[in-house]
Every structure is written in structure tokens, then in C-alpha cells.
């Protein structure tokens, strides 16, 4: 009687197998991983281009940009540092809600929001609800900016008039690492403090749109 074959993988052939597995997935998640990426960072910019639309028609009303709002810790709107102005809504709507920022980490089921996108300009504004002069930091590269009021560094002038300010606001997000406390005492607007795509679908910095369609890489 004869014995019959059976069929089967040998150990070498799975092991082939699983080595080519490995080998795809390390290819596709990496990809994978850019792709989202670049899918929140255009989120994000598509979020401020309509803000920027609701604060262009909300300066065609007024002659002015509304004010920034900053709220240090352990104050309870703190989550909200640089919330999107409450004048854009109310009593008028120019924008329908605020765009959420796509890498925000912070969202909870809790009392604090997913936090929105941020916006800061110089001049007149709030620090825990108490009028102040907020002041903005503009790389120094964008036009007008010898017009600055003084400088920390060699890429950035500040500003706290917003009449004098040749960039009047700045909107941003945390960006793709995620933590807005990353900019290590550095105003989000600066340069030194923007995301650059090529250093990594995880690297530091800030996704920003600044008044004149000026936009981070």
C-alpha cells in the first residue's frame, strides 16, 4: 500500500513568507503614516483659510481684527489658550463653528473641548479675561518687517500695535507631534517654532497662516 504525500509548507517556506510580510509592512506603515499626516496638515490649513475668510469679513465691518485671548494655568479656560475669537460667531456669525485642530491630543470625554485652532494677534486683547496688550512675534523674513518694534532673535520683530504690525494675526496648530508645550518658551508664530514637513511626519513645531494668505510649509 503505498503512503500518500502530503501536502504542506516546510518551516523555510513560512518563514519566507512572514520575512515578506515584514518586509511590505515596513514599506506600507511608514506610508500610511505620511499619509494621514499630510491629510491633518491640510485639514488644518483648510480649517484657517476659513477662519481667515471669517476675519477678513469681520474686518470689513469693524476696520479692525478682534483681540487675542490667553489664559495661563491653573485658570479653567487655560485648554482654550488662544481660542478662536468669540467674535467670529457672535452676535454674527462669519464662521459657522470653530475649526477643531486635527492634531489636538488633549480632547477628553470630560469638561475641556477638543481644543480648537489657535489665533493670536498683536494689540489690544485678554489675559484671563482682563484687558491687556498681547504682543506677536513675525519672522523677520516676511515683507515690512523692519517696521518691528523690537527683536529677540535673528529670524523674528515683535509687536504689540496692531496698527503699526505688518502682519496683523496668526492662526496655528499644535502640528503633527501634537504637544503645543513643545515650543519651549517659543511664541508659535516664530519661525524656529514652525513644522517642517521634511524633518519627519513626528516633528516639532507649529502649522501657521498669517494675515496676507501667508502660509508655513
Not at 94 to 111: L, N, V
Request: a neutral charge.
Amino acid at each position: 500500500m503505498k503512503k500518500k504525500n502530503i501536502l504542506g509548507f516546510t518551516l523555510i517556506e513560512l518563514l519566507i513568507v512572514v520575512a515578506i510580510i515584514a518586509i511590505l509592512a515596513a514599506i506600507a506603515i511608514p506610508n500610511f503614516l505620511a499619509a494621514q499626516t499630510r491629510s491633518k496638515c491640510s485639514a488644518a490649513k483648510s480649517g484657517m483659510r476659513v477662519v481667515a475668510t471669517g476675519l477678513e469679513s469681520y474686518y470689513v465691518d469693524n476696520t479692525d481684527y478682534p483681540g487675542a485671548r490667553q489664559y495661563y494655568s491653573p485658570h479653567p479656560q487655560a485648554a482654550n489658550n488662544y481660542i478662536i475669537p468669540y467674535e467670529l460667531t457672535t452676535p454674527i456669525a462669519y464662521i459657522t463653528s470653530w475649526p477643531k485642530d486635527p492634531f489636538d491630543r488633549y480632547q477628553t470625554a470630560g469638561t475641556i473641548p477638543q481644543r480648537t485652532l489657535r489665533y493670536r494677534a498683536p494689540g489690544p486683547g485678554w489675559t484671563d479675561g482682563i484687558q491687556s496688550v498681547i504682543s506677536m512675534y513675525v519672522p523677520y523674513s516676511f515683507p515690512g518687517d523692519e517696521l518691528g518694534e523690537g527683536s529677540s532673535a535673528s529670524d523674528d520683530r515683535w509687536y504689540t500695535d496692531r496698527t503699526k504690525a505688518n502682519v496683523k494675526y496668526g492662526l496655528w496648530s499644535v502640528g503633527p507631534d501634537g504637544d503645543f508645550e513643545s515650543e519651549s518658551g517659543v511664541q508659535p508664530c516664530r519661525m524656529k517654532s514652525w513644522y517642517d514637513p521634511t524633518n519627519g511626519i513626528m516633528s516639532n513645531g507649529n502649522i501657521c497662516r498669517f494675515s496676507g494668505g501667508i502660509v508655513t510649509p
